[in-house]
């Protein structure tokens, strides 16, 4: 009697034991799938915002360099002289720049830049 009261206590533990860890695998499992898949969707997404955002700021570099700012010999000139000239001169080529690119920088502000950055060779700021 105390034999098969054992062996059915065994039995009984065993089978909790396995039902228990059956459950657990399958639930880890079906755990790790979902956060996989979660993820998998945050990456498309992030990779097409960010596909998006480099097209955009693709095309609006386009447009500064090829068209309104630098697309202007006027501009260029100005900025070519500026590079050779002494402080004072520097000063006067400076607002003239400042003066031809100024409607165009209101219509940057309005698709997001916030800033244009006319710099030397040798990174020092120009405008």
Sequence with gaps: MIKSTFVAKLFATLLFLTIYLFIFFITTK???????????????????????????????????????????TQNLELFYNAKFANNEEKTRYRDALYEQIKPHFHHFQEIGIETVLFAFWDNKAFL
């Design 30 to 72: 079906d755990k790790e799938s979902r956060i996989n898949l979660l993820l998998e969707q945050q990456i498309t997404t992030l990779k097409h915002s960010c596909n998006a955002l480099k097209d955009r700021y693709d095309t609006i570099s386009k447009i500064i360099i090829n068209n309104e700012i630098l697309g202007n």
